[in-house]
Nanobody, 127 residues
Framework: QVELVESPGGSVHPGGSLTLSCAAS????????MGWFRQAAGKEREAVAT????????WYTQSVKGRFTVSRDVAKNMIYLQMNSLKAEDTAVYYC????????????????????WGLGTQVTVSS
């Protein structure tokens, strides 16, 4: 049973915007830390943006700072990724992830800290 389900991604032009959402259910809905990872073709999966539920602390990879915003609606069991000023290098499959652990800041961007994963959604940025 998949407990994290991402919304469909899409194709946008460079400079455009796109918002991804992810619905959590079951055990994943009680995640203390959630976030978004991505994997571009031929590359390893990397953390993009993560958020702790309790204090709303966020972590971003350097390449998206100032362009992407992660947020979570605990009551609706949803997490979002607002992506602005998209670039071709943002093209990837984006994955929603969660963990029951309240990760310390230094671990929020580490894949091994997350036990719940969505199936991924494709985001393509091209002209």
């Amino acid at each position: 049973q998949v407990e994290l389900v991402e919304s469909p991604g899409g194709s946008v032009h460079p400079g455009g915007s796109l918002t991804l959402s992810c619905a959590a259910s079951g055990r994943a809905s009680r995640s203390q830390t959630m976030g978004w990872f991505r994997q571009a073709a031929g590359k390893e999966r990397e953390a993009v943006a993560t958020i702790r539920s309790g204090d709303r602390k966020t972590w971003y990879t350097q390449s998206v700072k100032g362009r992407f915003t992660v947020s979570r609606d605990v009551a609706k069991n949803m997490i979002y990724l607002q992506m602005n000023s998209l670039k071709a290098e943002d093209t990837a499959v984006y994955y929603c992830a969660g963990t029951s652990s309240n990760l310390i800041f230094g671990y929020m961007g580490r894949e091994e800290g997350y036990e719940y994963w969505g199936l991924g959604t494709q985001v393509t940025v091209s002209s």
